[in-house]
């Protein structure tokens, strides 16, 4: 069987609505072997890609229940990436808003603190 293989594409310094992610840019890691794809391998996209080292947390649009969610473990990427078929991508939305009130995500991953906001949409 061939290695499945998928795109991850980051949306960054755009803002969220309640059901949307407004302006901003993009960057797309192209066909990625699953094998290698980890939490861990996004974080470090963040840092290595957008050159970021501290974030307001890396969401994730689910259409069946109409709301953001945060990605918090490799379980939650995972769902993701095994919910995507073969040669298909992955949308992860970075919120560049970080909450310094807010104590960092635990448990830590290197290179990239994250400080989540209690709520993503503007302006709710």
């Avoid at 594409?9 to 901003?24: A, P």
């Avoid at 990625?32 to 970021?52: A, F, P, R």
């Avoid at 109409?66 to 970075?94: M, P, Q, R, S």
Wanted: charge should be neutral.
């Amino acid at each position: 069987m061939a290695t499945k293989l998928v795109s991850l594409r980051y949306f960054y310094e755009g803002v969220f609505s309640k059901t949307r992610y407004l302006g901003g840019r993009t960057f797309l890691v192209c066909r990625e072997t699953v094998d290698l794809l980890s939490y861990t391998v996004m974080i470090e996209n963040i840092k290595d890609h957008l050159k970021y080292t501290e974030i307001g947390g890396v969401y994730t649009w689910e259409e069946k229940s109409c709301v953001w969610k945060l990605l918090k473990t490799d379980a939650d990427f995972f769902e993701l990436v095994n919910a995507c078929k073969h040669g298909g991508e992955i949308a992860l939305y970075v919120d560049n808003v970080v909450d310094k009130t807010m104590e960092p995500m635990w448990p830590g991953v290197p290179f990239v603190v994250q400080r989540p906001r209690k709520n993503i949409v503007a302006g709710i």
